[in-house]
């Protein structure tokens, strides 16, 4: 418990980065030693989510084609004048692995917001290129998402510990302050998007347009490139080219006499 109380973890940065003003004095008071963290031992979601922890990590694995290294290794700093520590989860050869299971309707943007900061500090401590947040959501969903390094981020995280760190050797009250932008997360994860009707929908479009696509974009370029350089405006063939007053040329197809004669009568 004392060994607790002198450091700042990973799960205390996601605390101390949050909006909870409860939550963080609670963990101030902690670290200084004015009141004892909270009992846990019958918190299903908590307990739940340790057991589950093992088979989150082997399902990583198996899915991702990685061995899960460095289990519940604690990894700590003080070069940055704060004392800093993670227990890690896993190690996945290149990066933390952070397992947890939630809520059947945690959203990824949700999930992301809450367990960011823990993330990043693991990989600022590992010195890892990234870390990967790989979670349950509810019975039905394996997600993973993926955190690279974002010096402006770790920046204000790293600032934002060490401003708790001074209140709790200072005895000054910490304050919520506000979040900075967050890196977005990356998903690792492949699906199989066949059963999809939307999706097979939408793809037949794209592969059927594909081809006139790019052929109408060369088409245009080519177009454009034979317009000479003094002219205002190039026809012919049902197509018209004119140069705007910034010199840039638009494509249009031409109004046929009968086009004219309906607008005119409109």
């Known amino acids: 418990m004392m060994d607790r109380r002198g450091w700042i973890g990973a799960s205390d940065a996601a605390v101390i980065m949050g909006d909870s003003p409860e939550r963080i004095l609670q963990l101030w008071r902690e670290k200084r030693g004015e009141a004892e963290p909270p009992d846990l031992s019958d918190n299903l979601a908590v307990q739940m989510g340790r057991w589950l922890e093992p088979f989150i990590l082997d399902w990583h694995a198996r899915h991702c084609g ?65 870390a990967a947040l790989s979670y349950l959501r509810g019975n039905e969903e394996w997600i993973v ?11 204000a995280l790293l600032g934002a510990l060490r401003r708790f760190w001074d209140c709790v050797q200072s005895g000054e009250p910490p304050v919520p302050l ?44 080519e177009l454009k490139a034979l317009v000479p350089a003094d002219a205002s405006r190039a026809w012919g063939a049902g197509v018209e ?4 007053r910034r010199g840039a040329l638009r494509i249009r197809e031409m109004e046929t006499e009968a086009d004219t004669e309906e607008n005119g009568n409109e």
């Open 241 to 244: 080219v004119r140069r705007d």
């Open 178 to 221: 506000p979040a900075p932008p967050a890196p977005p997360p990356r998903g690792v994860v492949e699906y199989d998007m066949g059963a999809s009707n939307a999706w097979a929908y939408h793809a037949g479009v794209w592969l059927e347009t594909r081809g006139p696509a790019a052929l109408h974009a060369v088409a245009a370029a």
């Open 145 to 155: 998402l993926e955190y690279e390094r974002d010096p402006e981020y770790e920046a």
């Open 66 to 130: 990685v061995e899960i290294t460095r289990r519940g290794e604690v990894v700590r700093d003080q070069s940055r004048g704060i004392p800093l520590q993670a227990t890690l989860d896993g190690w996945d050869g290149a990066r933390p692995v952070e397992a947890k299971a939630l809520g059947a309707h945690t959203s990824r943007k949700s999930a992301w917001a809450r367990y960011l900061p823990q993330i990043a500090l693991q990989a600022i401590l590992t010195g890892a290129p990234g």
